[in-house]
């Protein structure tokens, strides 16, 4: 029989809000070649020569603002996701992040030590995207191959459209939002280039990115971050009946030059503050654990940017982070696959 594990994976974070550490820190995220998706020649260029000598001291900033006294909110928010997930289930569950000191490897040595030999992998992200979801199944094969070589590895596909989390998630939003004033609700997703768009469409003709394809049935779905976004938009909308008007979508943190997936978050809240919405409400289901994004770009700057414009009420929803029906699902799923058989 085997001895089956759990691998929690999030993307990471700088060991301190300190220039060093950042700078650190996005100089192995930017250099991933499924973030900043250009010749290396380019990316080194770009993120080695520009980027890390002007960013650092920026972000640096933006995460002290919201630095937790027991560390990066993150890490925190998934250790305790980690913790109490392992109370409802008995495989062992390990944490890893893709970029950082908490990385995959130890992970998954940290489960081959207790004697793991098959270990079910979930990234940490509703929707697949080249820059989370594949760049953490990439290293994690890679890993395994060099590493690991005897152990197997399964891994959680995208659960954006999955009826029982997109039910957690709109209770979620519905128990944060039910005593507080808004006109209109914007669920905001983390961008991408568009051009990852059009990488990852397993047809190589579907995701034109004209408004329609997104709409229209296809294989290419499988991997549209694009789609799988107005997808979680349209499943809570219709979960929650809000009307056509009260919603809208938009995608926030935006890099560099190239076309990245309209509409952008902060021009939304702009537009929205001035055409006379006065009482606003995010909510961040790209993210299942509040961060850099989530309680600086969106509660702190999307906030002073409504202000500025007009509005009056700014509301952000918390991410899933440890809530309760959150926590049973995700150890339903890793009790479920537990009890697959396991092939020969």
């Given at each position: 029989?085997?001895?089956?594990?759990?691998l929690l994976v999030n993307l990471g974070s700088p060991e301190s809000p300190?220039?060093?550490d950042v700078k650190k820190y996005l100089g192995e995220f930017l250099m991933d070649e499924r973030v900043i998706d250009v010749p290396l020649w380019a990316r080194t260029l770009l993120?080695?020569?520009?980027?890390?000598?002007?960013?650092?001291?920026?972000?640096?900033a933006a995460y002290k603002k919201i630095w937790w006294e027991n560390g990066s909110p993150l890490i925190v928010l998934s250790e305790q996701l980690q913790e109490k997930v392992q109370e409802q289930t008995e495989y062992p569950i390990a944490l890893a992040m893709r970029y950082g000191s908490m990385t995959i490897k130890k992970g998954l040595q940290e489960l081959v030590d207790k004697g793991v030999d098959e270990v079910f992998l979930i990234p940490l992200y509703p929707q697949f995207a080249m820059a989370t979801t594949e760049t953490i199944l990439v290293l994690a094969e890679s890993l395994r191959k060099e590493h690991f070589p005897n152990l197997k590895i399964d891994s959680l596909p995208a659960f954006y459209n999955n009826p029982d989390y997109i039910t957690v998630l709109a209770n979620s939003i519905q128990d944060d939002l039910k005593d507080k004033n808004y006109d209109h609700l914007l669920f905001s997703y983390h961008g991408v280039p568009e051009r990852h768009i059009r990488k990852s469409d397993i047809t190589?003709?579907?995701?034109?990115?004209?408004?329609s394809c997104c709409k229209t049935p296809s294989p290419a779905h499988e991997f549209c971050y694009r789609h799988q976004c107005f997808e979680v938009t349209r499943l809570i909308a219709e979960k929650?009946?809000?009307p056509d008007d009260s919603y809208s979508t938009s995608f926030q943190s935006r890099l560099g030059f190239d076309p990245w997936l309209l509409p952008y978050t902060d021009r939304t809240i702009e537009r929205l503050g001035k055409s006379g919405v006065k009482n606003m409400a995010i909510v961040t289901p790209a993210f299942v654990s509040d961060c850099l994004e989530t309680l600086e770009e969106i509660a702190m700057e999307g906030e002073e940017l409504f202000h500025e414009v007009g509005g009056k009420e700014f509301s952000t929803v918390p991410c899933l982070n440890?809530?309760?029906?959150w926590v049973a699902l995700l150890a339903q799923w890793i009790n479920a696959w537990a009890l697959e058989p396991t092939e020969a």
């Open positions: 029989m085997k001895k089956k594990g759990v300190e220039p060093k993120v080695k020569g520009i980027i890390l000598n002007t960013r650092p001291k920026a972000s640096a190589k003709s579907h995701c034109t990115i004209d408004g929650l009946n809000l440890t809530n309760e029906d």
